[in-house]
């Protein structure tokens, strides 16, 4: 595991808040000269620790106004239904999270969509037809009360 300081975990406080950040404003608030920063910054980096740079969109605003929870099980006894499902995921654009879990289901699956029928539609025509699928239960999110699907909680990792 990596060793983080202080600096280092302010440091990524600091991006994972705002990525644009420039290397000056980032230096001026952990208190570090540009160059120290930035040899910082290019370390974290090389480490894996700051994985990439994104743009954050906003769904709603751009059209998508229905955001479902889908718990998909599967039949065991159809041959390669792991492997089957992992790919078709893979195909469909409206699911922009996947999750092998266990419980009940085998997959939690975050999907995308204009409206609840086309929602629907992609459950009917997409979900409910791939190979091994045994049952789905969608909740669909009426409000969210708290972003944080591209967050770290830095706050639980000790300081070395």
Known sequence: MLSLDTIDL??????QDDGRLSNQALA???ALSPSACLR?????????????????LDAQALGLDVEAMVQVTMRQEVENWH????????????????WIVTGECNYVLRV???????????AIEHLHKERGVKEIRSNIV????????TSVPL??????
């Open 10 to 15: 302010k440091i990524l406080t600091l991006l």
């Open 112 to 122: 995308r969509a204009k409206s609840l029928q086309d929602y629907s539609q992609f």
């Open 28 to 30: 001026d608030q952990v």
């Open 142 to 149: 009426m409000q969210c009360i708290k972003h944080g699907e």
């Open 83 to 98: 492997d089957s499902f992992l790919a078709a995921v893979q195909r469909w654009p409206q699911v922009v999270g996947a």
């Open 155 to 160: 706050a639980l990792l000790p300081r070395g």
């Open 40 to 56: 910082r910054v290019r370390l974290l980096e090389e480490s894996g620790a700051i994985a990439g740079y994104r743009a954050q």
